[in-house]
């Protein structure tokens, strides 16, 4: 009866730690594929700046900028191309970037759509840009300004624990 006994406690005391260890891998990949939205983020911002902000053809113009367009002229990550020509998907499941331009070209801004709220300050706060929107809050980059404060607060603040993050870049801004 004594053996037994242990025997359970031990399935038990197994059954807890396979459990732990299972989340602690959902979180190492949700991480990871939060570290790939920022490098993706990168990727995409750096090429654009390169191929519509001056470098190449002398002027800055980004009003053409859009998913069409950025995957034509390459400035998209293939693994983030369905084959379409026009979609352009996050790392998680169901998530989308859509990239837009301004009609005076001098801004370009990629929304991410269906960021899970676990990445969405670290996509956030990596990013060099003049301007964000998260949920539709407006965060504030002025100086003096608590801005990873204002992120933490706009991405915890999402309903079905996904998040909008809209990142705007101007004409030289680096």
Same mark, same amino acid.
């Given at each position: 009866m004594f053996q037994a006994l242990i025997m359970i406690g031990a399935l038990l005391v197994g059954v807890y730690l396979l459990g732990q260890a299972a989340g602690g891998v959902n979180q190492m990949f949700s991480g990871g594929l939060g570290? &790939?939205?920022v490098e993706d983020a990168n990727f995409i911002s750096t090429h654009?700046? !390169?191929i519509y902000g001056g470098s190449l053809n002398g002027a800055t113009n980004f009003s053409t900028v859009g998913n069409a367009e950025a995957i034509r002229a390459g400035a998209v @990550? !293939?693994?983030m191309l369905n084959g379409d020509g026009q979609t352009i998907k996050g790392p998680w499941v169901g998530s989308t970037v859509q990239l837009t331009g301004s009609s005076d070209g001098g801004t370009?801004?990629? !929304?991410?759509? =269906?960021? @899970?709220g676990s990445a969405c300050v670290s996509l956030a706060n990596a990013q060099s840009v003049n301007y964000m929107n998260i949920n539709g809050t407006a965060i504030n980059m002025g100086a003096g300004q608590n801005v990873a404060? =204002?992120?933490? =607060?706009?991405?915890?603040? &999402?309903a079905g624990n996904y998040s909008s993050v809209q990142l705007s870049y101007v004409m030289n801004f680096s």
């Open positions: 570290n &790939t939205a654009i700046k !390169s @990550p !293939s693994d370009f801004y990629e !929304s991410w759509l =269906q960021v @899970p404060s =204002q992120v933490a =607060q706009a991405c915890n603040g &999402t």
